[in-house]
């Protein structure tokens, strides 16, 4: 049972969009999901939504925006907790949808929905704390010389509606209700979503889920909207709109670069978040390989195939010393990886461009294949591939992303050298060190180098996996991200969908409860200087 009630997991499919509580009449285009392990075509059809529909969507956040940013935050985290017992309510259903959509296996899908439902909870615990809004208080000072000081008061407020874009490679986390929607309703704003094509059957589920949830907790018709379409023309005009005053996106380098470039070059330009390309370089010190090399080659193994290498955090990079203890992970890792079965990838397109990818490295005179299989029609096979340190500084695209389970061990002879890879790569999510006792030198200058280049340093660990929590970043330099000083994973998440207004000489009356003399909100504050709850 959920907050009030479980959500019908019988729910059957239409394949309309979702405009606040009701649905779009739609284009007379219609369009399917496809079951991404068999080809199979799945029911029903959806069909694209029309411009009145995005129109319809506009106006109705609008409308809701300055309701719902009003609401108290008890309110806010009551919907937010109703939407994870909704998605819950659905099932089996749900679960099998999503299997069919992406050819994840049950366990996974099973993970990222409790994923997706612990977020939701997380951000309606963050809500009903109340620090995130980083209220500070400079009370008036008409003593002080040689001016006096005014009455200051800011804090965090909602920017206004927000366009999420779903990802491919998370269904659930980062789709429909994923983390880009839980943060955004935490700031206070409402949400249209574009529905990624891959999963439309999962991301009308998921949709209905939020919708229902809306109107079980009377919140604003117009919090929440879903978009079906296909191309790219909806998804452009989404992020033209007018009304939409943000963008959360996690998706292709070429997807993002260009809805960015949309945001920027608006009457009003908006804060576009993209989450892009990342190849997540791997550095083994010496120490470290010679104390544990076979153990670090079955984790890199585990990373590098987990989810058919379609994580975003995936190492696609790993600097290895030469020497025999190197030469011992290659063959190892190669071994294994050579015994790995050929798995479905998430869609058709991204197994085409991940075949592609590896061909063209295994067609590259520059590099050695250790594990490159020719790509079966409808799996993709691990790949393995092996450079120098000099050739690979002399060729920036052997340190493209090949998005999938494939990566490439750059053989570096000198700790310079391997410092000279750090510096020169570009921005990335993550960075990994595996060191041991007699590392810590080369350690702390890779960290160094590091921390301007990726958003999180992993330590004798595996990129794959990212945390929800207080203090997660999951964002990085571009071209991880499109800014480097957001993360769309943990509590920071909000700060992408707000901004600080300051209010001076404010009558009492008028201001937000975060801000009053004798704090009513009991919020965590700093108050002239001081940090506390007074």
Same mark, same amino acid.
């Given at each position: 049972?959920?907050?009030?009630?479980?959500?019908?997991?019988?729910?059957? @499919?239409?394949?309309?969009?979702?405009?606040?509580?009701?649905?779009?009449?739609?284009?007379?285009?219609?369009?399917?999901?496809?079951?991404?392990?068999?080809?199979?075509?799945?029911?029903?059809?959806?069909?694209?939504?029309?411009?009145?529909?995005?129109?319809?969507?506009?106006?109705?956040?609008?409308? *809701?925006?300055?309701?719902?940013?009003?609401?108290?935050?008890?309110?806010?985290?009551?919907? @937010?907790?109703?939407?994870?017992?909704?998605?819950?309510?659905?099932?089996?259903? @749900?679960?099998?949808?999503?299997?069919?959509?992406?050819?994840?296996?049950?366990?996974?899908?099973?993970?990222?929905?409790?994923?997706?439902?612990?977020?939701?909870?997380?951000?309606?615990?963050?809500?009903?704390?109340?620090?995130?809004?980083?209220?500070? #208080?400079?009370?008036?000072?008409?003593?002080?010389?040689?001016?006096?000081?005014?009455?200051?008061?800011?804090?965090?407020?909602?920017?206004?509606?927000?366009?999420?874009?779903?990802?491919?490679?998370?269904?659930?986390?980062?789709?429909?209700?994923?983390?880009?929607?839980?943060?955004?309703? !935490?700031?206070?704003?409402?949400?249209?979503?574009?529905?990624?094509?891959?999963?439309?059957?999962?991301?009308?589920?998921?949709?209905?889920? #939020?919708?229902?949830?809306?109107?079980?907790?009377?919140?604003?018709?117009?919090?929440?909207?879903?978009?079906?379409?296909?191309?790219?023309?909806?998804?452009?005009?989404?992020?033209?709109?007018?009304?939409?005053?943000?963008?959360?996106?996690?998706?292709?380098?070429?997807?993002?670069?260009?809805?960015?470039? #949309?945001?920027?070059?608006?009457?009003?330009? #908006?804060?576009?978040?993209?989450?892009?390309?990342?190849?997540?370089?791997?550095?083994?010190?010496?120490?470290?390989?010679?104390?544990?090399?076979?153990?670090?080659?079955?984790?890199?193994?585990?990373?590098?195939?987990?989810?058919?290498?379609?994580?975003?955090?995936?190492?696609?990079?790993?600097?290895?010393?030469?020497?025999?203890?190197?030469?011992?992970?290659?063959?190892?890792?190669?071994?294994?990886?050579?015994?790995?079965?050929?798995?479905?990838?998430?869609?058709?397109?991204? @197994?085409?461009?991940?075949?592609?990818?590896?061909?063209?490295?295994?067609?590259?005179?520059?590099?050695?294949?250790?594990? !490159?299989?020719?790509?079966?029609?409808?799996?993709?096979?691990?790949?393995?591939?092996?450079?120098?340190?000099?050739?690979?500084?002399?060729?920036?695209?052997?340190?493209?992303?090949?998005?999938?389970?494939?990566?490439?061990?750059?053989?570096?002879?000198?700790?310079?050298? *391997?410092?000279?890879?750090?510096?020169?790569?570009?921005?990335?999510?993550?960075?990994?060190?595996?060191?041991?006792?007699?590392?810590?030198? =080369?350690? =702390?200058?890779?960290?160094?180098?590091?921390?301007?280049?990726?958003?999180?340093?992993?330590?004798?660990?595996?990129?794959?996996?990212?945390?929800?929590?207080? !203090?997660?970043?999951?964002?990085?330099?571009?071209?991880?991200?499109?800014?480097?000083?957001?993360?769309?994973?943990?509590?920071?998440?909000?700060?992408?969908?707000?901004?600080?207004?300051?209010?001076?000489?404010?009558?009492?009356?008028?201001?937000?409860?975060?801000?009053?003399?004798?704090?009513?909100?009991?919020?965590?504050?700093?108050?002239?200087?001081?940090?506390?709850?007074?």
């Amino acid at each position: 049972m959920g907050d009030k009630g479980a959500h019908n997991n019988r729910m059957e @499919l239409n394949g309309k969009s979702i405009i606040g509580q009701g649905r779009s009449g739609g284009s007379q285009k219609t369009f399917y999901a496809v079951n991404a392990a068999t080809g199979e075509r799945l029911e029903p059809a959806f069909h694209a939504a029309a411009e009145a529909d995005l129109e319809r969507a506009m106006a109705l956040a609008s409308a *809701a925006f300055p309701v719902y940013r009003g609401l108290e935050r008890a309110r806010r985290a009551a919907f @937010l907790r109703q939407i994870a017992a909704n998605l819950e309510g659905l099932g089996d259903p @749900l679960i099998h949808r999503v299997m069919a959509e992406s050819a994840l296996p049950e366990g996974r899908v099973r993970g990222e929905l409790g994923r997706t439902c612990f977020q939701l909870r997380f951000f309606a615990g963050i809500v009903e704390e109340g620090s995130w809004v980083d209220a500070r #208080i400079d009370t008036a000072d008409p003593d002080r010389k040689p001016l006096p000081r005014q009455d200051l008061r800011s804090m965090l407020r909602p920017l206004g509606p927000v366009a999420v874009f779903c990802a491919s490679n998370f269904p659930l986390a980062f789709s429909v209700a994923g983390g880009d929607t839980a943060s955004a309703y !935490a700031a206070g704003c409402p949400v249209v979503v574009k529905a990624h094509s891959s999963h439309l059957g999962t991301a009308e589920m998921c949709g209905s889920a #939020i919708r229902d949830a809306a109107a079980q907790t009377a919140m604003p018709e117009g919090v929440f909207s879903l978009l079906f379409t296909e191309g790219h023309r909806m998804a452009q005009a989404l992020v033209a709109h007018p009304s939409i005053k943000a963008g959360g996106f996690t998706g292709s380098r070429g997807g993002g670069l260009t809805l960015l470039a #949309i945001a920027q070059k608006r009457a009003e330009p #908006i804060p576009f978040y993209a989450e892009m390309s990342s190849v997540n370089p791997v550095f083994i010190l010496p120490n470290a390989l010679q104390q544990r090399g076979a153990q670090i080659a079955a984790g890199l193994h585990g990373s590098i195939t987990l989810g058919v290498g379609q994580f975003c955090t995936n190492p696609g990079v790993v600097m290895l010393p030469v020497g025999q203890g190197g030469d011992g992970v290659v063959s190892a890792l190669g071994e294994k990886l050579r015994a790995t079965a050929p798995a479905a990838m998430l869609n058709r397109n991204i @197994l085409h461009a991940y075949g592609k990818a590896v061909a063209a490295r295994a067609g590259d005179v520059r590099v050695r294949s250790v594990a !490159a299989g020719e790509q079966p029609g409808n799996a993709a096979v691990p790949a393995l591939f092996e450079a120098d340190a000099k050739t690979f500084l002399k060729t920036p695209e052997l340190s493209e992303e090949m998005f999938g389970p494939a990566s490439i061990l750059v053989r570096y002879e000198s700790l310079d050298q *391997a410092l000279a890879l750090a510096a020169t790569m570009e921005g990335n999510l993550t960075a990994t060190i595996h060191h041991a006792p007699g590392d810590e030198a =080369a350690c =702390a200058k890779l960290i160094a180098a590091l921390e301007t280049r990726v958003g999180r340093i992993v330590f004798n660990g595996y990129p794959t996996g990212v945390e929800v929590c207080q !203090a997660m970043v999951h964002g990085g330099p571009y071209p991880s991200t499109s800014d480097g000083r957001s993360t769309s994973v943990g509590a920071r998440a909000i700060d992408r969908f707000v901004r600080a207004v300051c209010y001076q000489d404010a009558p009492a009356a008028v201001l937000p409860e975060e801000l009053r003399d004798g704090n009513p909100a009991g919020v965590m504050r700093v108050l002239n200087g001081v940090r506390g709850r007074e």
